[in-house]
């Protein structure tokens, strides 16, 4: 390495400064991995909210617990879908 460093000239060296691409790289992937993930949620969120509009629209008579536990799906994609934001963000902070 400190061959690499005194041929490089930077002070840095040139396998330091690959490591730092090779975490820009990972982190940008695990960013694109948060991103999906918090965009799957939301679309399945929005999927099961369309699909008990439909039962009920169409008039389907359906066990209250049913509706309770879709719901409850429902709100539990939210949760993480925030917080998915948050680590979004986090990450594009940084």
Do not use: H, W
């Amino acid at each position: 390495m400190i061959f690499l460093e005194k041929q490089n000239g930077s002070g840095e060296g040139v396998l330091l400064n690959r490591q730092k691409e090779i975490r820009k790289e990972r982190e940008a992937d695990q960013l694109a991995a948060l991103t999906g993930t918090l965009v799957a949620c939301e679309n399945t969120a929005k999927r099961i909210q369309d699909f008990i509009d439909e039962v009920k629209k169409a008039g389907i008579k359906t066990p209250v617990e049913v509706y309770k536990l879709l719901e409850e799906e429902i709100d539990t994609l939210k949760a993480l879908a925030k917080e998915l934001e948050g680590d979004v963000e986090k990450m594009r902070q940084t």
